[in-house]
């Protein structure tokens, strides 16, 4: 049937808007929205739920060469690495050809970065110029042992990740890059694995304050707490919902043989 307008014609859409919400970076981790401007006795009411998926999509991206910190067998190593920084990873090779002929040597996730920001490392500490610290935490592997660089404390490993570029400019660069990528990832992804929130569990007769670790929204958070009285270690657990939620964690305590209720903000 002919458009009563003409062919190029278009026709206005006969579709009504019955409900509204707006999603923002509030809105990351949750799975219920309540709708606004829902006309008078229409049949959609309430929340409307959604799966949503939030992946950071950041630009920030660079290339070049820097000398890495490495414990071989007990003894500090430097050596120099082909570094690409993307897809909030730094990947490094030997030589910049590997990098499309070959799987990288090994790979910093800046996910599991702790560093508020990425800073040059305090000469007191490290007298090679230029050189840069960053912080990385993750849950303890069985095979997991104390070096140079990472130390093992209950159920976390925290690598110190020294990386040296070759002049100071080189450094302010990647400086400012990664502390770019760091911004991008806490904004868009608050739920980074190296989220760890203090909790506050009631024990009979004391109160445990705690740090837990929490690798992401939807996920259990592991705290540890300890108690003042029997001086013992609290260990809870808990779902927590996703970002900016409390989580309600179970813990026993070794003392008395006391449960241990907890919450946590993460």
């Known amino acids: 049937m002919?458009?009563?307008?003409?062919?190029?014609?278009?026709?206005?859409?006969?579709?009504?808007?019955?409900?509204?919400?707006?999603?923002?970076?509030?809105?990351?981790?949750?799975?219920?929205?309540?709708?606004?401007?829902?006309?008078?006795?229409?049949p959609l009411e309430g929340n409307v739920y959604l799966k949503m998926q939030c992946e950071v999509g950041s630009k920030v991206e660079e290339?070049?060469?820097?000398?890495?910190?490495?414990?071989?067998?007990?003894?500090?190593?430097?050596?120099?690495?082909?570094?690409v920084l993307s897809g909030y990873c730094i990947s490094y090779w030997t030589y910049p050809d590997d990098e499309k002929r070959k799987n990288p040597i090994g790979r910093l996730n800046l996910c599991?970065?702790?560093?508020?920001?990425?800073?040059?490392?305090n000469r007191e500490f490290c007298a090679?110029?230029?050189?840069?610290?960053?912080?990385?935490?993750?849950?303890?592997?069985?095979?997991?042992?104390?070096?140079?660089?990472?130390?093992?404390?209950?159920?976390?490993c925290v690598t110190k990740n020294w990386l040296s570029a070759d002049t100071k400019d080189e450094r302010n660069l990647w400086m400012s890059k990664l502390n770019q990528m760091l911004v991008d990832l806490r904004v868009w992804q608050p739920d980074p694995a190296t989220a760890a929130p203090w909790f506050l569990g009631l024990v009979?007769?004391?109160?445990?304050?705690?740090?837990?670790?929490?690798?992401?929204?939807?996920?259990?958070?592991?705290c540890l707490g300890l108690v003042p009285g029997p001086g013992a270690w609290a260990w809870c657990l808990g779902?927590?919902?996703g970002p900016g939620a409390w989580a309600w964690c179970l813990g026993l305590v070794p003392g008395p043989g006391a449960w241990a209720w907890a919450w946590a903000l993460t």
């Open 2 to 42: 002919a458009s009563p307008g003409g062919p190029n014609s278009v026709r206005t859409s006969n579709f009504l808007l019955v409900g509204s919400h707006k999603l923002t970076l509030a809105s990351i981790g949750k799975n219920k929205f309540h709708l606004d401007k829902v006309p008078f006795l229409c």
């Open 128 to 156: 090679r110029p230029n050189t840069l610290e960053l912080i990385t935490v993750r849950p303890q592997r069985a095979e997991d042992r104390e070096t140079l660089v990472s130390q093992c404390t209950d159920t976390l």
């Open 63 to 83: 290339k070049g060469f820097l000398t890495l910190f490495e414990d071989v067998s007990g003894f500090g190593s430097w050596h120099r690495r082909w570094c």
């Open 112 to 121: 599991h970065c702790t560093s508020q920001r990425v800073d040059p490392v």
């Open 239 to 241: 779902l927590v919902p």
């Open 204 to 222: 009979p007769g004391a109160w445990a304050w705690g740090l837990g670790l929490v690798p992401g929204p939807g996920a259990w958070a592991w």
